[in-house]
């Protein structure tokens, strides 16, 4: 059974840094990519940061320049790191991976960032 397990999450002042992490246990064939996403109350979801299987990645423009995401060779671990966070980071941060031709999704269950002014 897979399980994509995040953990980092916490309170932090603003212009703090935190790191997420997002571990896989079991087995994912042919995985396309990883990435991060995170929901605000009341707000949509919204992809944060994604790396692919050639290491390129992608940010949203709110983040880009403050966040970095990573990820191990094997693909079973991926870290987002964010800088100079605002309480406009805070959110709920999940992990999303992509798999097969199909891009099946696969979602951790979140970690709550919370940013304070």
């Known amino acids: 059974q897979v399980q994509l397990v995040e953990s980092g999450g916490g309170l932090v002042q603003a212009g703090g840094s935190l790191r997420v992490s997002c571990a896989r246990s079991?087995?994912?064939?042919?995985?396309?990519?990883m990435a991060w996403y995170r929901q605000a109350p009341g707000k949509q979801r919204e992809l944060v940061a994604q790396?692919?299987?050639?290491?390129?990645?992608f940010y949203a423009d709110s983040v880009k320049g403050r966040f970095t995401i990573a990820r191990d060779g094997a693909k079973n671990t991926v870290w987002l790191q964010m800088n100079s966070l605002g309480p406009e980071d805070t959110a709920v941060y999940y992990c999303?991976?992509?798999?097969?031709?199909?891009?099946?999704?696969?979602w951790g269950q979140g970690t709550q960032v919370a940013v304070s002014s």
């Open positions: 079991g087995n994912i064939v042919d995985i396309r990519d």
């Open positions: 790396i692919d299987t050639f290491g390129n990645t």
């Open positions: 999303n991976v992509r798999a097969g031709v199909g891009y099946l999704n696969y």
